[in-house]
């Protein structure tokens, strides 16, 4: 019988609504970006915080004043295959600290044994707050997970191992780094922390996309949400 498409569909972002439209089909006009209330929130959160609690988020995480911090954020499903290059890599590069957040659909225990004996990665576990983090952090490594768009929108560059995986569409516009084969990760690493050049480059392909996509949060994604939810019934109402 055909897909119901429904008569308004709020998106985070115009990267989303620019695939509907493209992809699905979708009249633009029955799309709203309307943005991220938790990116909005997360960002709040960030600008908050003090440099105290930065820094007692860095420590926790293992990380001293002068070390780069690398905050690891994905499901231990998705990232299982490629753990073992991550903490290859991190072997490789006792300079760096590196923290795992888990998610907070699982536990710590098989990051915690995975990671045994890798003396610069910590395991955090899944209450603790992530904008501290993302403060104290340098970059961020992932497979899939959706911090590391956050991070784009933040100024937090990150890398994504494992590709072609979802992030893949960032790495190819140069806004996030990528790699694919296990011995790529340290290199990666080291260049997103070290090559100002490349950072900067890195940074500079972020803020353009997501300026370019509206992803960077502005605060007012909940009150944009509820009033094109307010005008469809007002609409509605009118037919």
Do not use: C, W
Request: proline share 7%; net charge neutral; no cysteine.
């Amino acid at each position: 019988g055909g897909f119901p498409r429904p008569s308004l569909t709020l998106v985070f972002d115009a990267y989303a609504a620019d695939h509907l439209v493209q992809t699905g089909r979708f009249p633009p006009d029955s799309i709203a970006v309307t943005g991220s209330p938790r990116l909005d929130a997360l960002g709040a959160e960030m600008t908050a915080l003090s440099a105290a609690q930065v820094a007692e988020a860095r420590h926790a995480a293992g990380a001293t004043a002068d070390e780069s911090l690398v905050l690891i954020v994905s499901k231990y499903a998705e990232i299982r295959d490629q753990l073992r290059g991550v903490l290859d890599a991190l072997r490789r590069l006792p300079g760096i600290r590196a923290a795992i957040k888990t998610h907070p659909a699982e536990t710590s225990a098989p990051y915690e044994r995975a990671a045994a004996g890798v003396g610069n990665l910590r395991v955090l576990p899944a209450s603790t707050p992530l904008a501290p983090l993302l403060r104290g952090a340098q970059a961020i490594l992932t497979v899939n997970s959706t911090v590391a768009i956050d991070g784009l929108a933040l100024g937090i560059p990150a890398l994504s191992v494992g590709l072609p995986n979802n992030l893949s569409p960032f790495v190819a516009a140069g806004a996030m780094m990528g790699t694919a084969a296990p011995e790529e990760i340290a290199p990666a690493l080291e260049r997103l922390l070290y090559d100002r050049g490349f950072r900067q480059q890195v940074s500079d392909a972020a803020a353009a996309l997501a300026g370019r996509y509206r992803i960077a949060p502005d605060g007012r994604a909940a009150e944009r949400a509820a009033l094109a939810i307010l005008q469809l019934a007002a609409d509605r109402s009118d037919t």
